[in-house]
Each structure stands twice: as structure tokens, then as C-alpha cells.
């Protein structure tokens, strides 16, 4: 008990490590995971506080009040809609014991501290995240792109041009099923399964 305070008191609780693949169905973050779904692990930093635990999906946080406390927050943050942005590794110098990475996702920043003899399993996150950000910025210029189309479109015809209701319904329905399409599945990635496979090596 001793112990765990102390290192409460010096920061070191919050120092993770990386597990392993074969360990992920030991840790918390496993149980809120969509396996129905095919979500699955490809990354988990674990301290004695928290679980950062990055899926296909998203990012899974299990937030600790302490090292001491039981008490857990599950905060989820789905790549689809959250933004990737200013992902950084900050190593670590002679005396310290950690590294850091940090990285914002959906406007929350994040500073995770690691062991520093994790440094190349953290560079292999590093080039994921950096990758599904770029993707991400791509997509959402795609989307953009859809809609200023679907804009151009509608310039196009005038409503003394439609034959009758139930034409103007049709094209309507088919004008807002393909952009729907365009928009939430062609262009709004969900699944980041290859990139991860790409630059994970653990």
C-alpha cells in the first residue's frame, strides 16, 4: 500500500508499458470492445491509472482516478468522427525514465508517458496515428467535394423542369441515397484495420 502511494506521489504510477498481443484479453479495456463487430486490439499502453487501448475503431481510454482507486472511466473515441491531429514523440534524455507520446483525437488532448525502452514499439504507433490522421484530413476533403458537387447539380435543373411529384420524390430519394452513400460509407472510413497491420510489429 506503502509502495503504491509513493509512486502515486512521484508520478511514477502513470508510467506505462506496452502489452502484449497475447495479453489482451487480460486487460479492462478488452470488455468494451465491439467484438460483434470485428473490433479488435492492435495497440494497448497500460500504467498503473489507465488503459490507452487503440482498435480498429478507435481509441479506448480507461481513465484511473488513481493508482490507488478502483474507480474507472471508459471514454471512447471512434476514428470516424474524431480527428487525428499533432501526433509527437518527445524521448526521452539521460536520467528520465519515460518517453512521451502525445496526440489530440476529436479536439482532447493526450500525453502518455512510456517506459523508454518501448521507444521502437511507440515509433510504430507514432506512424499509425500520423497515417489515419492524413487519411482522415483526405476524407473529410472528399466529403467537401460532395457536397459542392451535389450543389453544382442542383444548379442544373429548376423546378418548372420536373415532370410531377412522384418524379421529383424519385430523384430526390435517389440524389439523397447516393449522397448518403458517397458521403457516410465511401468517405467516411470506419475500419483502419490495414493501417495498423501496415505499422504494427508487435
Known amino acids: 500500500m506503502f509502495k503504491k502511494l509513493a509512486a502515486e506521489a512521484l508520478g511514477l504510477s502513470d508510467i506505462g508499458v506496452i502489452i502484449s498481443p497475447a495479453d489482451y484479453d487480460k486487460v479492462d479495456a478488452d470488455d468494451y470492445l465491439f467484438h460483434e463487430d470485428n473490433e479488435k486490439i492492435f495497440f494497448l499502453i497500460k500504467s498503473k491509472k489507465d488503459e ?8 479506448i481510454h480507461v481513465d484511473g482516478d488513481s493508482a490507488v482507486s478502483s474507480k474507472r ?7 470516424a468522427s474524431a480527428d487525428i491531429e499533432g501526433v509527437s514523440i518527445e524521448t526521452a534524455g539521460t536520467i528520465d525514465l ?7 483525437i476529436g479536439g482532447v488532448p493526450f500525453s502518455i ?3 523508454k525502452n518501448f521507444l521502437e514499439a511507440l515509433k510504430d504507433i507514432y506512424k ?4 489515419i ?23 442544373m435543373y429548376k423546378i418548372n423542369t420536373v415532370t410531377s ?5 424519385k430523384n430526390y430519394n435517389a440524389l439523397l441515397d447516393n449522397l ?3 458521403i457516410q460509407v465511401r468517405y467516411t472510413r470506419r475500419d483502419f484495420s490495414p493501417v495498423f497491420e501496415k505499422y504494427i510489429h508487435s
Do not use: P, W
Open 165 to 169: 411529384e412522384e418524379a421529383l420524390i
Open 133 to 155: 490522421g492524413r487519411m482522415q484530413k483526405k476524407d473529410e476533403i472528399s466529403r467537401a467535394n460532395a457536397l459542392h458537387t451535389l450543389d453544382a447539380v442542383a444548379s
Open 180 to 182: 448518403n452513400n458517397t
Open 73 to 79: 472511466t471508459i471514454r471512447r473515441y471512434e476514428y
Open 128 to 131: 499509425a496515428l500520423i497515417t
Open 52 to 59: 490507452y487501448c487503440f482498435t480498429n475503431f478507435g481509441l
Open 113 to 115: 508517458d512510456v517506459k
Open 98 to 104: 519515460d518517453i512521451e507520446l502525445k496526440f489530440v
